[in-house]
């Protein structure tokens, strides 16, 4: 089991540009869910998709943060225009039920 | 200009001693807790979990314990190591998500 992937490992983009951050679940894991860790708020979850399907975007920080799951195997989280105060590591991980969940190793976005 | 950050509770322990990490939960209606560690530049790994209708469980040189009266978790590492230095989480079900406290760095020296 490869566990969750996540691409790309280290971004760094300059302010103002999209960025689009992508992950490949764990097979069979019905649930998704895309979390923030920054040093100054610690770990922030942004969004849970169940089956593919948003659940609860009440954490996403406001209208330039979007995320789609368009089939069981991939999501994608994008951000149009990237601020700044946007960087930080990105994990997504998945969970076969409500209970543990399985990390992917992060993408650390830095924006300039 | 100095940053400011989570000032996260440091644990120091010697090489070989037993490490006892503590967290309190918010919420009497959660079922379920799990523990996290989380070395540097990693994603958080699953250590260990327990249910609300026990209080304690074992694993590989760890022990969870729950304390559901004062609503208390805590992590015991036995004979501490070096790889065992990382940032340590507890967190609580709620419906489908976590809710993930802020960590307790162990510092392991030899």
């Known amino acids: 089991d490869a566990g969750v992937i996540q691409s790309p490992r280290h971004e760094v983009t300059e302010m103002g540009q999209e960025v689009t951050l992508r992950c490949k679940p764990i097979?069979?894991?019905?649930?998704l869910f895309w979390y923030r860790q920054t040093m100054m708020r610690g770990l922030e979850l942004l969004i849970y998709f169940n089956n593919n399907v948003p659940i609860d975007d009440s954490g996403m920080p406001e209208d330039r943060f979007s995320a789609k799951m368009p089939n069981a195997s991939f999501s994608t989280l994008k951000i149009q225009p990237s601020e700044p105060r946007d960087s930080a590591v990105y994990f997504c991980?998945?969970?076969?039920?409500?209970?543990?969940?399985?990390f992917g190793p992060g993408t650390r976005l830095t924006v300039t | 200009g100095e940053s400011v950050g989570l000032h996260l509770p440091t644990l120091s322990v010697q090489e070989g001693d037993n490490s006892i990490i503590n967290c309190a939960y918010s919420n009497s209606a959660s079922d379920y807790f799990i523990w996290y560690k989380q070395e540097s530049g990693k994603g958080p790994q699953f250590i260990i979990d327990?249910?609300?209708?026990?209080d304690k469980r074992q694993g590989q040189r760890v022990t969870v314990l729950l304390n559901k009266t004062v609503k208390h978790l805590s992590l015991q590492i036995a004979a501490t190591q070096p790889g065992d230095s990382a940032v340590y989480f507890c967190a609580e079900n709620s419906g489908y998500a976590l809710n993930f406290g802020k960590g307790t760095s162990l510092l392991v020296t030899p």
């Open positions: 327990i249910r609300s209708n026990m």
């Open positions: 097979s069979g894991h019905n649930s």
């Open positions: 991980a998945s969970s076969p039920g409500a209970t543990r969940q399985y």
